[in-house]
């Protein structure tokens, strides 16, 4: 029998691992889910050969590619040595002019080499840069999600955030932001599938939405 599935290979958001898709869950006759996870780059390596050495670890053709954040970069980086059959980014970008003001400034000032990455044990300090969000009560949750804290990493993943410049936009990708992203807000983001209320952790907290809309997006 020929196993005519669409294969589905998903990456996590700056310093997050795989089980922030832990509640996305698709029909397994049309759907098998892979999970991708993040490491350390080797010391100069460029956001482009990342995403080859990524690359390596799709077995498949004609795959779906969705990356959340930092991860929809990369994905985007990823389709250029990879057969896709969609390209879809969450609470992320597709353009250096959809990012906020603070992150092109940071680009011309060089401030963020400034962070105190060093202190990236902080899981509340980490889980500001990586989800934009300042927590009290939901600590513990994300402590499970943010697994990456080597300082040299955060480093690199927030140079080339503020750095990036997208040479190719693939004609099959899919964008889906939330109304209320407080990290790349939606007033500077374009041609998007807008998701009311969603926020930059959408893909944890509105599981449901995407568990809904996912099959229909990626088949159309």
Request: proline share 5%; with cysteine; hydrophobic share 40%.
């Amino acid at each position: 029998m020929v196993n005519d599935k669409t294969h589905l290979y998903f990456m996590p958001g700056m310093a997050a691992n795989p089980s922030i898709f832990k509640h996305i869950q698709l029909p397994k006759d049309q759907f098998e889910q892979h999970l991708l996870e993040w490491f350390v780059p080797e010391k100069g390596m460029s956001l482009s050969d990342y995403a080859l050495r990524m690359s390596a670890q799709i077995i498949h053709e004609n795959v779906v590619l969705l990356g959340v954040s930092f991860g929809g970069m990369l994905v985007q980086e990823m389709a250029k040595y990879t057969s896709v059959k969609k390209v879809i980014v969450v609470s992320s970008v597709k353009h250096e002019s959809e990012l906020p003001k603070r992150m092109l400034f940071a680009k011309y000032t060089k401030i963020h080499k400034l962070l105190p990455t060093g202190i990236i044990n902080n899981v509340e300090l980490l889980t500001k840069y990586a989800f934009g969000e300042t927590i009290t009560r939901r600590l513990s949750l994300y402590e499970e999600y943010l697994s990456l804290r080597d300082k040299y990493y955060i480093d690199w993943s927030i140079d080339q955030i503020v750095n990036w410049k997208p040479g190719y936009l693939p004609d099959c990708l899919v964008h889906i932001h939330g109304e209320k992203d407080n990290v790349f807000p939606i007033t500077n983001i374009k041609d998007c599938i807008a998701v009311k209320n969603g926020t930059h952790t959408m893909i944890i907290h509105r599981a449901k939405w995407f568990n809904e809309h996912l099959p229909t997006i990626i088949l159309q």
